[in-house]
């Protein structure tokens, strides 16, 4: 099964010039646990969580309405095609530690793919099992 059978593509995204706050806003109206930082044309910047606004903005005594997403975003972020494995993006994801991956086409950002996408399919279910235990453990980890 291939990344595109299993992504989401309706893709929310945010500018790196917008504010934080308007990530935070983006994210809770849409449920979701991250945001492709992209330019106009669609070009992936980086990624944005929930979790970046809150450590690197909201506990570092920023301002979320006066912090552009540029300066609290992840920049090297991991990335799969729509035409990649679901079994590569789930060990992508063990590798990196994260639980969402951009999915690009052409260099721009056509969807995204999450540990609950594949754990949804139960083709997956194994690997995205592994894929968060791996993410959990080194959590953990001191």
């Known amino acids: 099964m291939q990344v ?10 945010i ?27 669609g070009v992936l910047r980086g990624i944005v969580t929930d979790r970046d606004i809150v450590l690197r903005c909201v506990a570092a005594e ?7 997403v540029r300066e609290i975003m992840s920049r090297s972020c991991a990335v799969v095609a729509p035409d990649d494995d679901a079994r590569e993006a789930a060990r992508l994801m063990a590798v990196r530690q994260v639980r969402r991956l951009p999915v690009l086409e052409g260099g721009r950002v056509v969807g995204m793919v999450s540990l609950g996408d594949l754990a949804g399919s139960r083709r997956y279910d194994m690997e995205a099992s592994k894929a968060l235990s791996d993410i959990s453990s080194s959590l953990k980890q001191p």
Request: aromatic content about 0%; hydrophobic content about 40%.
């Open 4 to 13: 595109r059978d299993l992504m989401n593509s309706s893709v929310v995204s």
């Open 62 to 68: 920023e301002e979320p309405a006066q912090t552009p």
């Open 15 to 41: 500018t790196p010039g917008e504010s934080a706050a308007l990530a935070a806003r983006l994210l809770s109206r849409h449920n979701l646990g991250a945001l492709p930082v992209c330019e106009a044309d």
